[in-house]
């Protein structure tokens, strides 16, 4: 499997002192007390034995355990790619990210649901411990799904000089270092808990403390048992922190930096989850293809955390199109998709066009919506069309809407409303929908069946109006 894409700034980026050089990612690992060294080299044997090498895929379904923080350290001793799955994902998810894995010449070996009682996964096969790295920095380091915004699977892969760079920026961008401690929720088959929960401590020489289901009132008790220091997340995991019947302002006194993005976050929240937290909230923006394009460092003016999504960090750049998308360019970029023709798509001249709509003003960037028709639930993208062709195939509906609906604690939930020849509710629909192997948090949360569907002039649903009348329906 290659990357489609090569950085026009590539020879920048490679020269002595630029962005690429530097270590590789298991250089970053080794040594720094996030991984276990001796259980990443003893993994790496066995997944040699079953015949990985430089250059071939490895999946399995990660629950955020330190077994999936060992195959991500094997996979790249090896040079090969690790291509975490998220654990809630369904089966016609994991069937369409085996095959776009496959579709791209990739060597797959698939681990399925790996056991593990410790740092060590079960079920591999003794074999002599790998311990010579065979990686290069150019050398692809994994493959994750995106929610995307067509219903089409798409697999981003990104580089290990990409990453190494981007965690050592981030780890001095927000001073982190040996005294601080992260919690990690989100999971490791996504950017931000692959980012956040591994590459960004060992950067740091920090700890690590994993949740492989997030839960606020065993988040408060971590936190304080573990003397966390360091959180990032989507407003929901915060907002449910926030409103757990156990949280006191004393319970998380160790907590001294959070870093939010994604939908929801206004600064009346930044302002309220500073206060009762009693730490530095600000807020950050990036993608599974750009990681943390923007964000506020201390020194930086204080309003600008509450007000923006942050400045760029390091010599990534930004510049808005003509219609206000918000374009990309820098060396944290992914090197393309599994499929060449959405890469395409997707960069422009070397630009990355993001289809998020901005403002810049004195270089800070603030997010103003999106073009791609997602919804963000909790954190998680989910495609708009993905669902809406869920729905339109089920014999009884003519034509589906989907939408997101404002939500307090989620940031949105999915809404649809359907034409169809019987009764569908969302019994219904959640049947439909675990039938055919969706994961439940793509499937519909509230279902409206209309006899007609309100339009624009222009002959599209008027979105706004069905949002309005989901949110006025019985949940």
């Known amino acids: 499997m290659r990357a489609w894409y090569r950085h026009p700034d590539a020879a920048e980026h490679r020269r002595p002192g630029g ?22 080299a003893a ?16 999946t399995w379904t990660a629950r955020n355990r330190p077994a999936d923080l060992t195959l991500l ?24 990210f085996l095959a776009a894995l496959r579709a791209a010449g990739a060597r797959v070996t698939d681990l399925g649901e790996v056991r593990a ?9 003794d074999a002599p411990p790998w311990r010579h790295p065979a990686a290069r920095a150019s050398d692809l380091a994994v493959a994750l799904a995106t929610g995307g915004s ?6 981003v892969l990104h580089t290990q000089r990409a990453l190494s760079y981007k965690a050592r920026t981030m780890a001095a961008f927000h001073g982190l270092g040996p005294g601080d401690a992260v919690l990690m929720p989100a999971p490791l088959a996504h950017m931000s808990g692959l980012l956040n929960g591994l590459l960004v401590p060992a950067a740091a020489g920090m700890r690590v403390v994993l949740m492989d289901r997030w839960d606020p009132e065993a988040a408060l008790a971590l936190i304080r048992a573990r003397r966390v220091t360091f959180m990032v997340g989507p407003p929901t995991f915060f907002r ?37 937290l009693g730490a530095v909230v600000k807020r950050s923006y990036g993608s599974t293809e750009a990681p943390t394009v923007t964000s506020w460092a201390p020194g930086d003016p204080p309003e600008r955390a509450v007000h923006t999504d942050g400045r760029p960090v390091g010599p990534v750049r930004v510049r808005l199109a003509d219609d206000g998308e918000l374009l990309v360019r820098g060396p944290e970029l992914f090197a393309g998709y599994t499929d060449p023709a959405a890469t395409a798509a997707a960069i422009e001249r070397g630009w990355f066009r993001t289809g998020d709509l901005a403002t810049i003003s004195d270089g800070w960037v603030t997010i103003t919506g999106r073009k791609k028709a997602i919804v963000i639930r909790g954190g998680e993208n989910i495609a708009v069309a993905e669902v809406e062709d869920t729905l339109r195939a089920h014999p009884a509906v003519r034509e589906a809407v989907v939408v997101g609906v404002p ?7 999915v809404g649809a409303v359907v034409l169809a020849d ?15 192997g969706v994961a439940r948090y793509k499937t519909p949360e509230r279902v409206l069946q209309v006899e007609r569907l309100p339009l624009l002039a222009n002959g599209k649903p008027d979105r706004p109006a069905l949002v309005r009348r989901l949110a006025a329906a019985p949940a």
């Open 407 to 413: 939500d307090p604690v989620m940031g949105e939930r």
């Open 117 to 125: 009682a410790g740092p060590v996964p079960d079920g591999l096969g």
């Open 43 to 58: 993994t790496a044997g066995a997944l040699a034995a079953r015949g990985v090498r430089r250059g071939g895929v490895v």
């Open 19 to 40: 962005a690429w050089d530097g270590p590789t990612l298991d250089g970053l690992c080794t040594g720094t007390g996030v991984l276990d060294d001796g259980a990443v």
């Open 422 to 436: 019987a009764p569908f509710d969302l019994a219904t629909c959640r049947a439909w929908f675990a039938a055919r």
């Open 150 to 155: 067509t219903g089409v699977p798409k697999v």
């Open 240 to 276: 449910q922190l926030l409103d757990a019947p156990g949280f006191r302002t004393e319970h998380v006194a160790g907590l001294r930096l959070v870093s939010l993005g994604g939908a929801g976050v206004t600064p009346a929240f930044v302002e309220e989850a500073a206060a009762r």
């Open 73 to 96: 350290g094997a996979c790249w001793r090896l040079g090969a790619v690790a291509a975490p799955r998220h654990h809630r994902a369904g089966t016609g998810e994991t069937a369409a």
